[in-house]
């Protein structure tokens, strides 16, 4: 079975403070992706990464930075936290179908648990 | 971009009733999922289902791309089917984002 692990189901931070959510998938996936949630929104992208190295923008990068050293693990950063940033935030992963061309369709996607942020 | 409503928005149900949720979806898709989003927060997948009919015991989709929608059936629901249930598409022009729908959430009363 596929397995994302999000490194913490529950996280509280004051404003300002520089903020880290790890994601770690067991796939060998070449695609992971970061969104949040929030009541009234529905789910939004954030960041999403096609490769190691790779990142691109989703619907709502403002405010968040991402990192892709290794294939395994997807991080997103909050470099300096606002209250409106307090969400559910939810990694995901996919296969890549097709060989890696972009345009091409991509595989069944897979959640972690979620990690539920506070800001103060 | 593609838009995507799940309907209805929300259902309550009597344990061991059956339920049909609906998404419909505005443009052509290469993928679609369904995901069950329980108490905790994660969204469990329950079909990767870009056309035609699946089944996994008491649920079962089917998708029908040329009309753009597809249907989720929950038979004998019970109180652990409670949730919301979420549709997500892919297109090929933005190969790799996935858009969903709000959600519908469903209630089962013992």
């Known amino acids: 079975d596929v397995k994302v692990t999000q490194s913490s189901r529950y996280l509280v931070k004051r404003t300002g403070e520089k903020v880290f959510l790890e994601c770690v998938q067991d796939?060998?996936?070449?695609?992971m992706f970061w969104y949040r949630q929030d009541p009234g929104l529905g789910l939004r992208l954030i960041y999403f990464?096609?490769?190691?190295?790779?990142?691109e923008k989703g619907d709502i990068p403002e405010g968040y930075s991402v990192s892709r050293e290794k294939k395994e693990r997807f991080s997103l950063i909050l470099e300096s936290a606002s209250t409106n940033q307090t969400s559910m935030y939810l990694c995901?992963?996919?296969?890549?179908?097709?060989?890696?061309?972009?345009?091409?369709?991509?595989?069944?996607?897979?959640f972690g648990e979620g990690s539920r942020l506070t800001v103060l | 971009g593609i838009q995507v409503e799940q309907s209805p928005p929300d259902l309550i149900l009597q344990e061991g009733a059956n339920s049909t949720l609906r998404c419909n979806f505005s443009?052509?898709?290469?993928?679609l999922q369904w995901f069950h989003q329980n108490p905790w927060g994660q969204l469990i997948n329950l079909f990767y289902?870009?056309?035609g009919t699946k089944q996994n015991g008491r649920l079962s989709a089917t998708t029908v791309a040329t009309e753009r929608y597809s249907l989720l059936y929950i038979s004998s629901s019970q109180t652990t089917d409670s949730g919301v249930y979420f549709c997500?598409?892919?297109?090929?022009?933005?190969?790799?984002?996935?858009?969903f729908g709000d959600g519908t959430t469903l209630t089962v009363k013992p």
């Open positions: 995901a992963s996919s296969l890549r179908l097709a060989g890696g061309l972009a345009g091409l369709p991509d595989g069944e996607l897979f």
């Open positions: 796939m060998d996936h070449e695609n």
């Open positions: 990464s096609y490769d190691v190295k790779m990142k």
């Open positions: 443009d052509s898709v290469n993928n």
């Open positions: 289902i870009p056309s």
């Open positions: 997500a598409v892919e297109q090929n022009t933005n190969a790799g984002k996935s858009t």
